[in-house]
């Protein structure tokens, strides 16, 4: 969201109440974190404009995570906030005299009592506004043009980035609301996309539908929105929008979020255009998904639930007549991968694929991926607080299946069905969930029964 519309006032007070608990935690456990890497402050940078290649234009700017960890700015470059232990935090806020581009205004929202906020022109000024000497202060971001000449003690030193980014996975109230807003305007972009997709809209028409929904421009999501039509659906990270729709309309997978506060959602519905196998399989997909939501919860280790998927994709093929083995052989096969070849889900937040999801500790060591699941982006225990995404999915995947036609997995696969089901490409089906002790809070079923949506 942009620096004015990072809270609308409906939001405003209930945000403001948590805000406060939410940046004193911020504060202590960064305070915490210096003190153990040996630093007396942290400068974050919310980035730089990146320059088209031999050209005058910028490409879109998007704030880097550890920025967007202490304010929701996320549309303003160059911009530093500055903390040092026991001290109110400095925004440097990047407002250059301009002609060219408007210059964004001075914050003033739910959040900016907490820093003091210091208007700069440019880096010199910004430069000019911190203490003389930063030997002992660690920076976050990228090496921008002049840099070396600020003298800083040492940049994105990993000890520090480490112990920063393993706390970011526990969600506070504050970052959970942000999460669940972030899933209401997603559900609502969603809703208006399966609108157009019904009324025969191509891929473009119905991107456009979703960010009018929405109200955010392409460069304000988390992502750019996968809408895949049919056989498009077997691509796992399609980013092609036909402009022009099928001949046959079939199905529709879409993978869309909306950012809220800086906190990203991330859903995916797909869809049938008329009833039959692949409605039916949708269905399927979805009570799958539903039971393994159902495992979430403090203290399971999420490989075990990504084995689980496995499992149940398992069970799938075999009732849908894809496969002719049982669910053992299809696992130990390799089957399952064929059809279900990425991970389970993923740490939420910040970013869509949050940072810290391998981690054994703060101090070192990560977790590894089960054996012959190597796109695996979770291997923690989860905790309270925890955010992930549960996405299971059954694809007819082309390069996929013709490898596995080629070997011993052949004789496995029902081959005939696989390719009168193939013209759809694909089925994901993907919810947020907030992990408590005794399970977890879907944020995005509930958003959609807040928008008057059944899924």
Not at 293 to 298: D, L, M, Q, S
Request: hydrophobic letters at 40%; glycine letters at 8%.
């Amino acid at each position: 969201m942009s620096a004015n519309d990072a809270a609308p006032d409906t939001h405003a007070e209930p945000l403001a109440a948590l805000f406060g608990p939410h940046f004193t935690a911020l504060c202590e456990r960064t305070a915490a974190a210096l003190e153990t890497c040996g630093f007396e402050a942290l400068l974050v940078h919310s980035g730089s404009l990146l320059p088209v290649f031999q050209d005058d234009r910028t490409y879109p700017f998007e704030a880097n995570a550890p920025f967007k960890v202490w304010t929701p700015l996320a549309d303003v470059p160059d911009c530093f906030v500055h903390f040092r232990p026991g001290r109110r935090p400095q925004l440097l806020f990047h407002r250059p005299t301009d002609y060219w581009y408007k210059p964004a205004p001075l914050p003033q929202d739910y959040w900016t009592a907490h820093f003091e906020i210091l208007p700069c022109a440019d880096l010199a000024a910004a430069r000019a506004a911190l203490p003389r000497s930063l030997a002992r202060t660690a920076y976050l971001g990228e090496d921008f043009g002049g840099l070396t000449d600020w003298a800083v003690g040492a940049v994105n030193p990993p000890r520090l980035i480490r112990h920063l980014d393993f706390t970011r996975a526990r969600k506070s109230a504050y970052e959970l609301a942000c999460l669940r807003e972030a899933n209401r305007l997603g559900a609502r972009g969603h809703r208006a996309a399966a609108q157009a997709f019904a009324g025969g809209g191509s891929e473009f028409e119905i991107e456009l539908a979703f960010l009018a929904a929405c109200g955010q421009r392409e460069q304000e999501l988390p992502y750019n929105p996968i809408i895949a039509l049919n056989e498009n659906g077997a691509v796992l990270h399609y980013q092609v929008l036909e402009k022009h729709p099928p001949q046959m309309r079939r199905s529709l997978l879409i993978d869309a979020g909306a950012e809220f506060g800086g906190y990203a959602s991330d859903i995916t519905r797909t869809y049938a255009a008329a009833e039959g196998d692949f409605a039916d399989l949708i269905q399927r997909m979805d009570g799958l998904q539903q039971s393994l939501c159902a495992h979430v919860r403090a203290g399971v280790d999420w490989r075990e639930i990504h084995l689980l998927a496995h499992r149940l994709a398992a069970e799938l093929l075999r009732d849908a007549d894809l496969v002719s083995c049982g669910a053992e052989e299809a696992i130990a096969s390799g089957v399952t991968r064929v059809f279900l070849p990425h991970g389970i889900g993923h740490l939420l937040g910040l970013e869509v694929h949050d940072a810290g999801g391998f981690m054994r500790s703060p101090d070192g060591g990560d977790i590894e991926r089960p054996e012959g699941h190597p796109y695996l982006r979770l291997t923690r225990t989860l905790e309270p607080g925890f955010v992930v995404t549960m996405e299971p999915g059954i694809y007819f995947i082309e390069p996929l299946l013709a490898a596995a036609q080629s070997d011993s997995r052949a004789r496995l696969i029902r081959w005939p069905r696989v390719e009168a089901l193939r013209p759809w490409g694909g089925i994901r089906i993907e919810d947020d969930l907030a992990v408590t002790a005794t399970g977890c809070e879907n944020l995005t079923r509930d958003a959609f029964a807040l928008e008057g949506t059944e899924r």
